[in-house]
């Protein structure tokens, strides 16, 4: 019997990977990475107005040549027997289009226009808009439709990045048509089926992030989008009705992806999905297990079956949504705005007089200054770790706050600041190091905590993602916060892993999401055990870490 492979692309915050896999055993055949031009200079992008904004040309660029690549490389005769592709992006992040689908970047009036972009998900320029959708929803007597959202919306998601768009930009108000995730996007875009009244939308995206669910036949009211604004009018019936799971067949590649890629035109495409979702089923997610993408932020995953569930509403969590995991089950989301970004960000502040002192002195070579700059950058960190790990917990008095980026889980807040207390003139960067990963820490068992306070139990806790597979410093604090062991997956690349599995579901070779999981799973490389005298320790600091929280976050500061 041939062999069957499917494709699996995963887009990330700076670039896409796409990957080849063998479904009868998971085994990698190729993949290959394309970091966004565009992106990579900063176009479109004002990080101090947290405006943060991707062309659509960088991911249609990305994907036509990472999955060229990943097939030049793999074995000949490879394109032959790919039988489905699928796609995971981040989220939430959608696009304004015309009626044919388009995104507006993509026509002449708009190319070089930021709000005709693909509105990246760690964009917070929607913070006012956000704040509104909450009010409201507590307040005009109808439902509320932000109650499978965990209760509060966040900037970060759909409905209230699109109304920031319509209000700072009339051009653009009158051109948009519709509007599309880019999860939904990708797919419609490789089956030539663009429309946006026809096109399948994710359950996944639609779920948590658009306020879509089935007890009000869809996304919120009418009469509920118009009080919110009266540029809202309309604009529910040239949107959507019906979501799918990513287990259901979006259409089969068109004659011009067909032959752009070098594939077969039966090849299967399936609904999109969001990174963290299908990252946790690569990651071999099951019931009651917390499967955490680590990153530049956290998306933490978690799945329960229905009947357990029930009507029970988490509160202060990123949504509950009937099969946006895994099929049949309902899947929780939670996670933190910044977690990577953290360290980045510190790095970044210590080497200020690295790039903008050393990087223009004229006592070296500019080829040789190049590399010290090169080499202080990917040295940092590791180098601070080391430091950090041997500075015992709790005595260096320092205490941070994770908000850098606003809060994600629990209780959606974006305007909310980062803070650091206990700083002396004995502070030295390890010190300070170790209480930002301790934060990022503290963070994570807040959200453990809720779910937990929720009636939710956690059974255990499984990591993926950059910081879970490259920094064993970070692993062991987080591991000593929650006082569980984490379990490390293998792959190094959940995401896309998760989005062939996906595939492998809708091309047909597995029924199930779990029977995909158990022939193509890679299994997990790494466990990290508490220490029982440093989980004590913490016990303490986590106790001041909640009430400096507190006092921040009604101190007015932020």
Partial sequence: MSSKYTIGIDYGTDSVRAVIIDTANGRELASSVFEYPRWKQG??????????????????????????????????????????????????????????????????????????????????????????????????????YTKFEGGVYSSEWFWAKLLHVLREDNTMRDAAFSWVEHCDWIPAVLTGNTHPLSLKRSRCAA?????????????????????????????????????????????????????KLGLPLHVAVGVGAFDAHLGAVGGEIKPYYLSKVMGTSTCDMLVAPKDAVGDHLVKGICGQVDGSITPGLVGLEAGQSAFGDVYAWFRDVLLWPVENILGKSSLIDEATRNKLVRELADSLIPVLSEAAEKVPVGESGVLALDWLNGRRTP??????????????????????????????????????????????????????????????????????????????????????????????????????????????????????????????????????????GTLVENSGLN
């Fill in 43 to 144: 176009k479109y992008c004002d990080p101090a107005r947290n405006r943060f904004r991707q062309h659509p040309l960088d991911y249609l660029e990305g994907l036509e040549v990472t999955v060229k690549d990943a097939l030049f490389h793999a074995p000949s005769g490879t394109a032959a027997q790919v039988v489905a592709i699928s796609v995971d992006t981040t989220g939430s992040t959608p696009v304004a289009v015309n009626r044919e689908g388009v995104p507006l970047a993509m026509t002449d009036e708009f190319r070089e226009n930021p709000n005709a972009m693909f509105i990246l998900w760690k964009d917070h320029t929607a913070i006012q808009e956000a704040a509104e959708i909450n009010k409201l929803a507590r307040s005009w007597k109808g439902e509320d």
């Fill in 207 to 259: 779920g948590h992030k658009a306020m879509w669910h089935p007890d009000w036949h869809g996304l919120p009211s009418e009469d509920f989008l118009v009080t919110l604004d009266p540029l809202l009018k309309g604009l529910r019936e040239r949107l959507y009705h019906d979501t799918y799971t990513s287990d259901v067949r979006a259409g089969t590649l068109s004659r011009e992806w067909a032959d």
């Fill in 411 to 548: 209780d959606a807040n974006q305007e909310l600041k980062g803070a650091i207390a206990g700083l002396t003139l004995g502070s030295d960067a390890p010190k300070i190091f170790r209480a930002l990963v301790e934060a990022t820490a503290f963070g994570t068992k807040m959200i453990v905590d809720r779910f937990i306070a929720e009636g939710v139990r956690i059974d255990g806790i499984i990591a993926l993602g950059g910081v879970a597979k490259k920094s064993p410093f970070v692993m062991q604090v987080v591991s000593d916060v929650l006082n569980m062991p984490i379990q490390v997956a293998r792959s190094e690349q959940a995401c896309a892993l998760g989005s062939a599995m996906a595939a492998a579901v809708v091309g047909g070779v597995y029924k199930t999401f779990g029977d995909a999981q158990e022939k193509m799973g890679n299994g997990f490389e790494k466990e990290y055990l508490p220490n029982p005298e440093n989980a004590q320790k913490y016990k303490n600091l986590y106790n001041r870490y909640k009430q400096f």
